[in-house]
């Protein structure tokens, strides 16, 4: 079958290539150049956080936390393995250790009561993950961390636009990591930024990601010749990706509330069918605004979900699963270790199904995804 409704259609709001063609006039093509700088004053000024660094990849901006946090061999990091790769793979590349604890099952974020039980005399952070941009429970993460003398580094890459009691995703940790990937909400096809919540840990971010110099002081005329200081790479973002992304980042309101709209109709469209037990819908807790990143539905079973996926199919409707647990993959078994159960980890990536949902989508399209769904489940019914 023809797909007639994609899982995601990137969203582009007619100004990219104008803001390229710009930058291209400016001659000024490298990372830090005028629309850099936009991009890092509009974060600075929409999350509040302290710095904001524009990268090429939320993962080069865990690999930066993971350098800033000086995570050393056998240094154990405490996260869920409900995740992207990315979030442990930062980790592992300075030899430390991902200690898995399962999630909650409202909202797949790590669950906040067992991770004090994974906690070792090794631990050296915490990465919530906030999953669907819908926050973690940052303040008993945070009262944990405290206690125990822990960084937290958030992995909110599916979080822009999105906040917690008020305060923006990323910025509740001492440091924080955002996407900006092609299937994210805000997108500049790779990019990601990091958010350095703590006066302390500014300097040698900006070193770290300038090839290990301080060349982000000397450009500001705050000495006069730039040198190797620290370990660091290249984690700069180029000037088209910044041009591209500050289009997106001026639509970012009217983006969201787009996204909101096709959310709202899904959860409201659906709210039947979980009344009779056939699915359960998305949970945002008290004190959470997210920011439609993703519309999941929960199966009863496997089965049912790969028979759900083969009949939306059939109607030109592409949904997806996600996260094999790191666990349980081959090299999720060589670097990381687990505490605890895993089964709502487990069970969650059985029977989660992802659907449509992309900015423009429309809302004759969010009711067919829906009739659909309610289509098979009338079948399934009378068949069993
Ligand atoms: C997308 C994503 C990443 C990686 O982002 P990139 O910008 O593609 O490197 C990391 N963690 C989570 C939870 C993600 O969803």
Redo the contacts with the bound molecule.
Sequence with gaps: MSIKIPFNKPYMTGKELFYISQAHHNMMLAGDGPFTKKCHHWLEEKTLTFKALLMH??????EVSALVANIQPGDEIIMPSY?????ANAFVLRGGIPVFVDIRSDTMNIDESKIEQAITNKTKAIVP???AGVSCEMDTIMSIAEKHDLLVIE?A??GIMSSYRGKALGTIGHIG?L???E??NIICG???ALLVNEDKFINRSEIIREKGTNRSQFFRGEIDKYTWCDIGSSYLTGELNAAFLWAQMEESTAITNNRLRVWDIYHQQLKVLEEMGYIIRPVVPEGCIHNAHMYYILLPNNKLRTALIAFLDGQGIHCVFHYIPLHSSPAGKNYTKISGSLEVTERTSEVILRLPLWVEMTEIQVYQVCDAIRTFFQGAKLKS
Excluded: N, P, R
């Excluded at 990849?57 to 865990?62: D, E, P, V």
């Excluded at 995740?83 to 979030?87: A, E, K, L, R, Y």
């Design positions: 990849s939320c993962t080069a901006a865990l995740t992207f790769v990315s979030t993950v906030h999953y992995d890459a599916q990591a996407s900006f990937h299937t994210k790779e990019g990601g």
